[in-house]
Nanobody, 117 residues
Framework: QVQLVESGGGLVQAGESLRLSCAAS????????MAWYRQATGKQRELVAV???????NYADSVKGRFTISRDNTENTVYLQMNSLKPEDTAVYYC???????????WGQGTQVTVSS
C-alpha cells in the first residue's frame, strides 16, 4: 500500500502560478513512475506529466513549456510547478504512482485547481 497526500491547489487568475505537492508514504525509490493526472468536469482523466525512477519526464502537449514535474527523493515527494496558468487548466489534479515490484497504481485524493480568466 502507498498513501499519497496532495496539497497546493487553489483559485488563481490566468497567468499566475501554482505548485502542487504529493507526498508518498514509502520511499520513491520503490516506485516506477510518479505522475500527475487531471480531470475537468465532464471530461476524461488525462495524463499531465510523468517522471520515472530514472528521472525521465514526459508532458502532455497542452502543458509543455508551462508545467514542470520534479521530485524530492529525501522527502518522497513529487511536485508539479504550473506557470502561466490558463482557464482550460481548471480541473481536479490527481497524483499517481506505480510501484516497481508489482506495478500497482495508487492515487491521491485529488486537489482542485481553478483558473479564472
Amino acid at each position: 500500500q502507498v498513501q499519497l497526500v496532495e496539497s497546493g491547489g487553489g483559485l488563481v487568475q490566468a497567468g499566475e502560478s501554482l505548485r502542487l505537492s504529493c507526498a508518498a508514504s514509502r520511499s520513491i525509490f520503490s516506485l516506477n513512475t510518479m505522475a500527475w493526472y487531471r480531470q475537468a468536469t465532464g471530461k476524461q482523466r488525462e495524463l499531465v506529466a510523468v517522471i520515472t525512477s530514472g528521472g525521465l519526464t514526459n508532458y502532455a502537449d497542452s502543458v509543455k513549456g508551462r508545467f514542470t514535474i520534479s521530485r524530492d527523493n529525501t522527502e518522497n515527494t513529487v511536485y508539479l510547478q504550473m506557470n502561466s496558468l490558463k482557464p482550460e487548466d481548471t480541473a481536479v489534479y490527481y497524483c499517481n504512482v506505480r510501484t516497481k515490484l508489482d506495478l500497482m497504481d495508487y492515487w491521491g485524493q485529488g486537489t482542485q485547481v481553478t483558473v479564472s480568466s
